[in-house]
């Protein structure tokens, strides 16, 4: 019989191989899936991991995907993981995401047509606030009444839904759009587009954003006491009070650091790729970061390869569907498979596996 | 006297992964004896009762039970052969009544009326008395193992064990504790009984079995032998008691005036009207059985709870209002009782942990950014000046034996060159050269100047280190006096006597 016997202290070396275990299992599961489905197990893996890179036809359109999707998601994981490890539950990124979005394009549309260089910086500004002060209301419920910050956090994301189908329809909608719901484009005036900064890459200043982010929260979790104090109120809130960490304010610094990094996620995805605050702006960004993190173990290194591997299973699983004809169901339980998996082996890093040679109390 | 064996245990090991806990341990207990099983920490006492008890299979040797083999699979085939257990940390829930927490651990329990005449008669013929209708969380420390006894009473057991029965007690519950034991041994109940503390067991035991590192190494009777040989046996060297440089007293260094606190611990209790002042060089000790407010101190003079500014003065300063590392600015170290989630993170390493409580005064942070070279250097030098034994600074906390890590968190907070010391059960789960150690550190931080305050339930301990003693009884303390002069009795009345319990005992 197996036993798992807890291990004095965590395996850096299972820290580091459990997330490419988990991916050879995932793709040994998916192929046993898509084998079931009655599809080539090899082809439909190298079209979902393989293609949307390196396919002499495809490749061109769905390379610079990549970091046009995988941008974001970083950028809001970031700021999700500094508050999970401290214990504290933002769940309703997708709502900050909006309100940056909206908040930002606002700012800029209110400029229309000026052309000064100013219009960009302060719209980036204007979206960090944006999903700042979304991230500020379940906070200071959390902190003066101690309401479920998970709670009231996701519930704020279905008002910023309202707010966005009411602004695309009213106030930010594009005078000159013969009626159509949704803003003028941004991307069509130049004072606050967001471009592709390198022709054929997807480079635009959200990933730029999100490679800072990755290298800030390394810096902070690492070297700064703040860090320290994040993590310490995460595994042993008692201790943390002993450090002298002060709750209330850990609670406001990490819903408003992942607040204000949604914002401005979503603040550069309506400047850039997306281009207009439509109906259908927010794509779900804000809760596959919140599988992001988790993916990338809360560690911004690992973050930042969970981002881009969870870029790559959509843009693979599109081309998938395109091309193999799978559904859609398919590749959500592949990426799901991914995420199980994942979880599961995690396991290695606090326990090992041992044979129990016999039946024992204890 | 020669009695028929009741329990023979011969030849029985018991190894963990990297520990003997056990190794060819054999001892008897005859019919209505008071057996004592005596032992430093990790001498391999409970691994040996819990065997006893069915919790966990030996690895070899056996047991026999008036002749017949004993292999007790689980505890409820213990109790059913008659063999009951009181363990040191009480299995009761807060929330409900005497009789229905004595109904919990019953296979087939009566009905709640008969039952609660039941334990009314078993209490009273056995000098232990309890109303079967009183909430759990209302009861003192004692009353509530009261309720433990009277479960394994009313199975009529012919062995009891006791897992360090008198730590939560005040003298003169003890003495109550002894004469039912004692009347339970005249009705030829055998008893095993379980401490490190020398005297009682003189006072109670018939026999003793003393263990060393999972060996027996001695068997004696107690009353022919003095405490100080027991315990020489017991550690396996000679003992030196720590010494005191004859410090003067300075001028006052910490003062507590009128401190009231709700506690923010469920079931905890909060402090009422707490005031004492302690000077430089002097050492304070607090008395009082667990739960009598001890954390809710701890807690409010480190800082974790806020109280009135002027509650707390750390050198005429008024901090009462201010966080614990405003109060470690001003020269103010605590280390609480709780090492593993509240002194230490246990899945951090020892280095993370030296950082903890230590940035501040060894200035292990400049903006904000941690000299992780220094903070190694302090850990290594805790390590080293407290002789933690670890493989590394880079191990986690839980990996540490629990009184290696308390000489970690109490080393951590003494090398911080402190005016005012907060320690909380300084040796508690420590062999006793290192709890010597320890004292020896305390006392020599207090001669160098330092105003130190030990919180503890050994009074030996108080009794050794401190310069003046007070008790936490409910919430309230006592007003501090000299220790110097003090008798037992005094003491036990100033940790509030027998709780109200009177005695009524039968045939007294």
Known sequence: ???????????????????????????????????????????????????????????????????????????????????????????????????????????????????????????????????WIWAMIPAILKTKFNTNEILVSLLMVYIAQNFLSSMSLGLLRNPEGGGFPGSRNLSQY????????????????????????????????????????????????????????????????CMGISGALAGLAGLFEVSGPAGQISIDFNVGYGFTAIIVAFLGRL??????????????????????????????????????????????????????????HKKEAI | MTRPDLLRVEGVTKAYPGVVANSDVSFAIAEGEIHALLGENGAGKSTLVKMIYGLVKPDSGRMTLRGTAYTPAEPRAARASGVAMVFQHFSLFEA?????????????????KELASKIRSVSEEYGLPLDPGRMVGDLSAGERQRVEIVRCLLQDPKLLIMDEPTSVLTPQEVEILFRTLRQLSAEGTAILYISHKLEEIRALCDEATILRRGKVVATCTPRDRSAREMAELMIGATLTPPERAGGTKGATALEVVDLSVASPIPFGTSLKNVSFTVAKGEVLGIAGVAGNGQDELLLALSGEVRAAQGAVKIDGKGVGHTGPNDRRALGLVAAPE?????????????????????????????????????????????????????????????????????????????????????????????????????RQAILDRA???????????????LLEIADSFAALNEGRLTTPRPVAGLTIDEIGLMMGGAHGMEVAHHGH
């Open chain 1, 1 to 131: 019989m197996l036993r798992l016997e807890k291990r004095p202290s965590p395996s850096r070396f299972w820290q580091g191989a459990t997330p490419i275990l988990a991916v050879v299992l995932t793709m040994i599961a998916g192929g046993l899936m898509f084998a079931a489905l009655g599809k080539n197990p090899f082809e439909a893996i190298r079209t979902i991991f393989w293609d949307p890179l390196f396919h002499p036809q495809f490749a061109s359109y769905s390379r610079p995907q990549l970091l046009v999707k995988a941008g974001p998601l970083i950028l809001i994981a970031i700021g999700l993981s500094l508050g999970f490890r401290a214990g504290i539950w933002n769940i309703g990124a997708e709502g900050q995401y909006i309100m940056g979005a909206l908040f930002g394009a606002g700012v800029g549309l209110a400029f229309y047509p000026a052309d000064l260089w100013f219009i960009f910086p302060l719209m980036v500004i204007a979206g960090a606030f944006g999903g």
């Open chain 1, 190 to 253: 130049p004072a606050a587009s967001n471009p592709e900064l390198i022709a054929g890459t997807g480079m635009h200043w959200g990933v730029i954003a999100a490679f800072m982010a990755v290298i800030a929260a390394y810096i902070l979790l690492q070297r700064h006491i703040l860090g320290f104090h994040i993590k310490l109120a995460g595994q042993a809130p008692r201790a943390a009070r002993y450090a002298g960490v002060n709750p209330t304010g850990l609670v406001l610094l």
């Open chain 1, 299 to 356: 560690n911004p290194i690992g973050i930042l390869l969970a981002g881009l591997l969870m870029a790559l299973t959509y843009i693979g699983g599109e081309l998938a569907q395109f091309m193999l004809g799978l559904p859609a169901a398919a590749i959500q339980a592949f990426q799901g498979m991914l995420l199980f998996f994942l979880l599961a082996v995690d396991l290695l890093s606090n326990y090992r596996i041992r044979l129990a």
């Open chain 2, 96 to 112: 409900l009544n005497v009789a229905e927490n004595v109904a919990l651990g019953m296979e087939n329990p009566p009905p709640m």
């Open chain 2, 338 to 438: 709780e090492r593993l989630g509240h002194a230490a993170a246990p899945d951090m390493s020892l280095v993370e942990n030296a950082l903890l409580s230590g940035a501040l005064r060894k200035g292990l942070t400049k903006n904000g950014f941690i000299d992780w070279a220094a903070t190694e250097a302090f850990a290594a030098e805790i390590v080293k000046d407290f002789d933690v034994r670890t493989p590394g600074t880079h191990v986690a906390a839980r990996a540490l034996s629990g009184g290696n890590l308390q000489k970690f968190v109490v080393g951590r907070e003494l090398s911080q060159t402190p005016t005012v010391i907060v320690i909380n059960q300084p040796t508690w789960g420590v062999d006793a050269a290192a709890a010597a150690s320890i």
């Open chain 2, 447 to 461: 001669a160098g100047g330092a105003a130190v305050v030990v919180i503890s339930q050994d009074l030996d301990e």
